[in-house]
Nanobody
């Protein structure tokens, strides 16, 4: 079993920055992808950014150029550096780990609130 614990959310003014962290623990399969999703009230959960164990990244168009995802494999931790935050970035941000194997297991963190005031 794998546990994911997020930290770093909070309240920030528009234009500000926040850094989210997600630490994974437990029996982690080495070939995996980690990512950040977000869910705003009344909306579906959406992918924000993802990164594989060999550092391939992808981003939602809405955050390209503002957010940066990175990971420290030695610490089993993934980060999301968020800059130039906008009120529309307000959401609960969830960490995700997906094992790249069959059968594939997917794990979620409990979520951390990010609120951007205008």
């Amino acid at each position: 079993q794998v546990q994911l614990v997020e930290s770093g959310g909070g309240l920030v003014q528009a234009g500000g920055s926040l850094r989210l962290s997600c630490a994974a623990s437990g029996s982690i399969f080495s070939i995996n992808a980690m990512g950040w999703y977000r869910q705003a009230p009344g909306k579906q959960r959406e992918l924000v950014a993802g990164i594989t164990s060999d550092d391939n990244t992808n981003y939602a168009d809405s955050v390209k150029g503002r957010f940066t995802i990175s990971r420290d494999n030695a610490k089993n931790t993934v980060y999301l550096q968020m800059s130039s935050l906008k009120p529309e970035d307000t959401a609960v941000y969830y960490c995700n780990l997906r094992e790249i194997r069959f059968p594939m297991n997917v794990y979620w963190g409990q979520g951390t609130q990010v609120t951007v005031s205008s």
